[in-house]
């Protein structure tokens, strides 16, 4: 069946960085665009960024422009998430959804604290 599991979440202090793996599986991940959400306790979920099926024209969040960078390896069925220079208003679960489908992981947690 098809999945997805976001994987690298933890604990960081302001101003490093992190990398988030999304690992998929049951599914042609190659004809789908993936997108990379968060959300943080009593906030709203927020799209981060998108890339499409082929790996270009990838969108950010205004938040994280600049800072976090999306990719993915087709052939190994997976999309990453490169965040760097990390701020505290970063710390959320994250999540991963194919475009249009109901495939979503678990999500991984992402910290950033003194």
């Known amino acids: 069946q098809a999945q997805l599991v976001e994987s690298g979440g933890g604990w960081v202090q302001p101003g490093g960085s992190l990398r988030l793996s999304c690992a998929a599986s049951g599914f042609t991940f190659k004809d789908y665009a993936i997108d990379w959400y968060r959300q943080a306790p009593g906030k709203e979920r927020e799209l981060v960024a998108r890339?499409?099926?082929?790996?270009?024209?990838?969108n950010y969040a205004d938040s994280v422009k600049g800072r976090f960078f999306v990719s993915r390896d087709n052939a190994k069925k997976t999309s990453y998430l490169q965040m760097n220079s990390l701020e505290p208003e970063d710390t959320a679960r994250y999540y991963c959804?194919?475009?249009?489908?109901?495939?979503w992981g678990q999500g991984t947690q992402v910290t950033v604290s003194s």
């Open positions: 959804n194919a475009l249009y489908t109901d495939y």
């Open positions: 890339i499409p099926s082929a790996g270009g024209g990838t």
